[in-house]
């Protein structure tokens, strides 16, 4: 479970609208959705809730932003010793997945895989149905999963 402490910090360094696209709202998704296909994948859940809540956290912008991946992978780096109780495999997942959840990759650890997924999954938010091709995960690309975080997605 992430801490409310760092939810807290996480809030409070946010440049952008909590309410917005890239906000609190979105952050609580990718996390149910990285939670919901952790249980089929195996990923870890504490490297899936983390990215949750960091992998947007730096985003100057709701459009293009293409290094707010680096500097999420760069904060969580910041994080680590007080707040990030991780391996350092855990912490390296964690630090890819962020750095890289953009770049529209399919190979990767399954845990980092997952953190993608998690992501993914909520473009329903924005109107797009996520497309399987770009999904890494069977779990992910099942259609029922895409059909319920959509319903997600769209509340
Ligand atoms: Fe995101």
New binding site residues.
Partial sequence: MVSEDLIKIVEQGFALRLDGI?GAA?WAR?RNNGLRLAEHTGANPKVVELFAFL??SQRLNDGHDPRHGARAAQFAASLRSSHLDLSDGDFERLRFACEF?TDGLIEADVTVQTCWDA?RL?LGRIGIKPDPRRLCTYAAREPATIEWALAQSRR
């Fill in positions: 890239h979105h990718v992998h947007d959840h992501d909520d």
